[in-house]
């Protein structure tokens, strides 16, 4: 199985800005679709933004367009996202995705197989 691991989350203030890695462990394969989603308390599990590596095309929600970024390096098997001008509204875990190969909706997160356990943003 293919382990992913996030960082980069913690406390910060209103305007702010967070860079959020995922690690994966090492896997083989041409193409897959990496994510990130976000689930605020009492809240459902939302995409925020995804990177395609067949076509590196990205994809982002409504809320997360033009504040962030997201990217990969393929030689280290992570991605980042970048946010900014963060507000409280931003408050969530934020959760790494893969889907391997990728199939369906950037947004859809039943097509993702492999999760990592998330990393929390709060924005005060």
């Known amino acids: 199985d293919v382990q992913l691991v996030e960082s980069g989350g913690g406390p910060v203030q209103a305007g702010a800005s967070l860079r959020l890695s995922c690690a994966a462990s090492?896997?083989?394969?041409?193409?897959?679709?990496m994510a990130w989603f976000r689930q605020a308390p009492g809240g459902e599990r939302e995409g925020v933004a995804a990177?395609?590596?067949?076509?590196?095309?990205?994809y982002y929600s409504a809320s997360g367009q033009g504040r962030f970024t997201i990217s990969r390096d393929t030689a280290k098997y992570t991605v980042y996202l970048q946010m900014s001008n963060l507000t409280p509204a931003d408050t969530a875990m934020y959760y790494c995705?893969?889907?391997?190969?990728?199939?369906?909706?950037?947004?859809?997160?039943?097509?993702?197989?492999?999760w990592g356990r998330g990393t929390q943003v709060t924005v005060s």
């Open positions: 995705a893969l889907d391997v190969p990728p199939n369906g909706r950037w947004d859809d997160e039943e097509r993702y197989t492999y």
């Open positions: 990177i395609y590596t067949g076509n590196g095309r990205t």
């Open positions: 090492e896997f083989t394969a041409p193409h897959y679709c």
